[in-house]
């Protein structure tokens, strides 16, 4: 057996152990033979490959995020696009788009949450345009360019966000000088035709302990601009525990449970908090 089989096996070890995490939480019925056939196929990949696993849990459930190449994932996107009830124009689009990625600075992922599969693909190194080039509302493209060139705003990662729903995609920025009370408020009046809510009470949380590694995260939608919130890389377990209070998480011990399970001493990072609601706190498998 040759070093990438045994690293393809290995993988394949941790993603059955991901997926076994996930189960207690989900109610993933429609697509879980798509799922089970992507599991399947995944231990014959050929080649060294590098993927990343990861689980984000909040109030509403648990997600696994399985991300890897283009060249590995994106057939199996492109299958999962085949299928009727999206419809031509969005499979149409959406092959148009893939065959646009430059592998080099590209990743696809599949995800697997407690009600559905969501496949994308994310785009590293400031590429805002392909990711954008998706929303038909120019003056909210038009505003946030013109607001990140004013703000010296740079793009640490584009995220088309999911497959189900093709046109909304996810900016994750790394304002100069951030300052988050300052940076949403300067986000929200480069969008005042636009309804946006700051998450408040977490800038309580952040002033009484200040983390390391923040960055503002905005999704977008054809609708122009869903939310805009807050990304800390580097979350300490009383931040943590507070968001669990905020977001008035009853299944705390959910995601004891899945720490447990998986073997992950505490969180990577909280991610995203959303127009003042969705907190997500993401795990990643060691190893």
């Known amino acids: 057996m040759s070093a990438s089989d045994t690293l393809i096996d290995l993988e394949f070890e ?9 189960e207690p939480f989900s109610a993933v019925k429609a697509h879980r033979a798509f799922v089970d056939t992507w599991l399947d196929g995944f231990g014959s990949i050929e080649g060294k490959k590098d993927f990343d696993f990861r689980v984000l849990a909040d109030f509403m ?12 994932l994106a057939p199996t996107i492109m299958e999962f ?31 697997l949450s407690t009600n559905s599969v969501d496949l994308g693909w994310s785009l590293f190194g400031g590429a805002v345009e392909p990711a954008t080039q998706w929303l038909p509302n120019n003056r909210t493209r038009a505003s946030l360019f013109a607001w990140m060139e004013d703000e ?22 790394r ?43 905005v999704v977008l939608t054809t609708d122009g601009l ?41 969180p ?7 127009s003042g609601g969705s907190l997500f706190v993401e795990y990643h498998l060691p190893g």
């Open 14 to 22: 941790r993603l059955q152990r991901m997926k076994a995490a996930l």
């Open 61 to 72: 459930g648990v997600r696994l995020n399985v991300r890897g190449s283009v060249e590995v």
């Open 81 to 111: 696009f085949a299928i009727p009830e999206l419809g031509e124009s969005v499979q149409r689009r959406f092959r148009q788009s893939v065959q646009t990625l430059d592998s080099a600075e590209t990743s696809c992922w599949i995800g």
């Open 152 to 173: 010296g705003i740079e793009v640490l990662e584009s995220l088309h966000m999911s497959a189900l729903v093709p046109a909304n995609v996810g900016l994750l920025l």
């Open 175 to 217: 304002p100069a000088g951030f300052d988050v009370a300052e940076q949403l408020i300067s986000l929200q009046n480069a969008f005042s035709h636009l309804a946006v809510d700051s998450p408040r009470p977490l800038f309580d949380v952040l002033e009484a302990e200040p983390p390391n590694g923040l960055s503002l995260s």
């Open 226 to 266: 869903a939310g805009a919130g807050i990304v800390c890389h580097e979350p300490s377990p009383g931040l943590v525990e507070a968001l669990h209070d905020l977001a008035g998480l009853a299944n705390h011990a959910k995601h004891s449970q899945l720490r447990s399970t998986l073997g992950v001493e505490g």
């Open 268 to 274: 990577k990072r909280v991610v995203r908090a959303v």
